[in-house]
């Protein structure tokens, strides 16, 4: 079983996904701040500092200024909801605008080269280097 696991473990897609996961904890990081440091304060300004957290209702009919003032009572909290949809929002526009402009850097691969070509008589796909067409059996020059 431990020889089978190491086989496992070890093949390339594993390791793959291995680093790739490493990769991805680091970049969460990454991009946890650039919404939190920058973008949410700058949204800030424009919403006049708007605290979502301080959005709910309470479950006991009681009337309540902040959630610190309801601790120890059921609430529901829609504004900590709403403001976990913004954040994914803007983390998903942001991680799209990260990988688009990763992807404008990556080289274009050059097309294949042909291998197949066209028999001038019956049109019929033959090998590049034939001079003779299989299914017509017409000469066919290069």
């Not at 904890?25 to 957290?53: E, H, R, Y």
């Amino acid at each position: 079983m431990l020889k089978e696991f190491k086989k496992f473990a070890l093949r390339g897609n594993m390791i793959d996904l291995a680093v790739g996961i490493i990769i991805g904890g680091a970049f969460n990081s990454i991009v946890n701040s650039l919404v939190n440091d920058i973008v949410m304060p700058l949204l800030g300004v424009f919403t006049k500092n708007i605290n979502f957290s301080d959005w709910f209702i309470a479950l006991d009919g009681g009337n309540y200024d902040t959630l610190a003032e309801a601790e120890g009572v059921a609430v529901v909290k829609y504004g900590l909801f709403l403001s976990n949809i913004l954040n994914f929002i803007i983390m998903a526009f942001v991680v799209f605008i990260i990988v688009r402009w990763i992807n404008k850097l990556r080289k274009p691969e050059a097309p294949a080269a042909p291998t197949t070509k066209k028999c001038p008589y019956c049109y019929s796909d033959i090998h590049i280097d034939a001079t003779k067409c299989s299914h017509c059996t017409s000469d066919v020059t290069k």
